[in-house]
T-cell receptor, first 109, second 115 residues
Framework: GQNIDQPTEMTATEGAIVQINCTYQ??????LFWYQQHAGEAPTFLSY??LDGLEEKGRFSSFLSRSKGYSYLLLKELQMKDSASYLC??????????WGAGTKLIIKP | DAMVIQNPRYQVTQFGKPVTLSCSQT?????MYWYQQKSSQAPKLLFH???????NEADTPDNFQSRRPNTSFCFLDIRSPGLGDAAMYLC??????????????FGAGSRLTVL
């Protein structure tokens, strides 16, 4: 079967750095997405990786290693508004999006 | 601003009473999706349309139906809601081709409560 694993919950301090990991086992690979979802709201797109390496976008960066079936989302200079769930999703060989259950990130002052 | 709009934001219904949720988009995207999301779970794809081509996920119950009368609108009908259908229903769109073909833009969601 297809599977996306990410930690259920993480806690970090305002101003610090946090890395949210995602491992996947899917039927093929056509890209990996990270979405941010605040409580009670819809997900919003953060990043897309299809090639190995690091993609940087402001305070957020996303890394992919296809050979290891692994990605991480790195958040720097954490702000209270970054408290949210972070969803990892992989596009498989049929262009179906396989979702993880999300990592709830709690930011403490 | 181009966007995806869902109505209603909150819907309360009684067990077995039909419900229709609507979604409209001004992004001119080819693909429209309906997802069901329960608390602390991954979104679950119910249906998607590429233009008028309808795609039903294999495990979507018959209780759920969908219509896309034109490229801008999509509806989700729940014929006989059960307690297990209480969830957030998310509409999303994507280009379907070209740059960012598979990046999803979501509406704000419709939260369904079943009494």
């Amino acid at each position: 079967g297809q599977n996306i694993d990410q930690p259920t919950e993480m806690t970090a301090t305002e101003g610090a750095i946090v890395q949210i990991n995602c491992t996947y086992q899917t039927s093929g690979f056509n890209g990996l997405f990270w979405y941010q979802q605040h409580a009670g709201e819809a997900p919003t797109f953060l990043s897309y990786n299809v090639l190995d390496g690091l993609e940087e976008k402001g305070r957020f960066s996303s890394f992919l290693s296809r050979s290891k079936g692994y990605s991480y989302l790195l958040l720097k200079e954490l702000q209270m508004k970054d408290s949210a769930s972070y969803l990892c999703a992989v596009l498989d060989s049929n262009y179906q999006l396989i979702w993880g259950a999300g990592t709830k990130l709690i930011i403490k002052p | 601003d181009a966007m995806v709009i869902q109505n209603p934001r909150y819907q309360v219904t009684q067990f077995g009473k039909p419900v229709t949720l609507s979604c409209s988009q001004t992004l001119n995207h080819n693909v429209m999706y309906w997802y069901q999301q329960k608390s602390s779970q991954a979104p679950k794809l119910l249906f998607h349309y590429y233009d008028k081509d309808f795609n039903n996920e294999a495990d979507t119950p018959d209780n759920f139906q969908s219509r896309r009368p034109n490229t801008s609108f999509c509806f989700l009908d729940i014929r006989s809601p059960g307690l297990g259908d209480a969830a957030m229903y998310l509409c999303a769109t994507s280009r379907g081709e070209g740059d960012g073909a598979n990046v999803l833009t979501f509406g704000a969601g419709s939260r369904l409560t079943v009494l």
